[in-house]
Structure formats: structure tokens, C-alpha cells
């Protein structure tokens, strides 16, 4: 399974942030499947931002973005968004599709390269 991110680089402070991850190697739809979003501010820890299960309908986001983020999927592109609305440079960072699954009972997990994206004016 391979995870690739894709946004915009930069993004002006007050808009909205959109970034796609697309899955290729599985399906989203897989029972399976936990997907989410996570950045790393500069010089900062890895923050979750939230998660989705398509087949379980349930998406939940860390209580520092609920009011800001959205997390949806498209079965048809194999692809999770997030958008994160009114930014501002504070969400400056590399931001992480992260996909957590079981096969055959195991537990497996998967990053992708990660998307730098800075808030500037």
C-alpha cells in the first residue's frame, strides 16, 4: 500500500487549506482501513489532526482542529481531503496521510512522504 499527498505549498492566511491523499496497493473501503491526517510543525512533535473509517462511517478529530477541519473520503478517486479552514501561519507544517490497517490479524501501518505546507502572506 502507498499513500501520496498532494496540496498546495503555500497557502495565505485566512483561506482554507485542501490536501488529498490517494491510496494506491488498496481499497479505503477496506473494513480495515483507519486513515488520517497528521502534520509536524517546524521544530515540533508530530499533532493529530483526525481520522476516518469510510465503512464504519465514523470520522473523529483531535479537539485542537474540530472547529477547523474536515475530513472526508472519495470511494471513486481512492482518496481522503482534508480541509482546515481560516489558517493562519501557526499551520505551517508537513502534513502526513497516515493509514493504519490489519491483514490476516496483524496490524500494519503506512505514512506517506508528507506535503510541506506554509501559511504566508
Known amino acids: 500500500v502507498q499513500l501520496q499527498e498532494s496540496g498546495p505549498g503555500l497557502v495565505k492566511p485566512s483561506q482554507t487549506l485542501s490536501l488529498t491523499c490517494t491510496v494506491s496497493?488498496?481499497?479505503?473501503?477496506?473494513?480495515?482501513?483507519?486513515l488520517a491526517w497528521i502534520r509536524q510543525p517546524p521544530g515540533k512533535g508530530l499533532e493529530w489532526i483526525g481520522y476516518?473509517?469510510?465503512?464504519?462511517?465514523?470520522?473523529v478529530y483531535s479537539s485542537s482542529f474540530e472547529s477547523r477541519a474536515s475530513i472526508f473520503s472519495d470511494t471513486s478517486k481512492n482518496q481522503i481531503t482534508l480541509q482546515l479552514t481560516s489558517v493562519t501561519p501557526e499551520d505551517t507544517a508537513v502534513y502526513f496521510c497516515?493509514?493504519?490497517?490489519?491483514?490476516?490479524?496483524?496490524?500494519?501501518?503506512?505514512w506517506g512522504q508528507g506535503t510541506q505546507v506554509t501559511v504566508s502572506p
Open positions: 496497493g488498496g481499497s479505503i473501503t477496506t473494513n480495515s482501513y483507519w
Open positions: 476516518i473509517s469510510y465503512t464504519r462511517g465514523i470520522t
Open positions: 497516515y493509514l493504519r490497517m490489519r491483514r490476516l490479524g496483524l496490524p500494519y501501518v503506512y
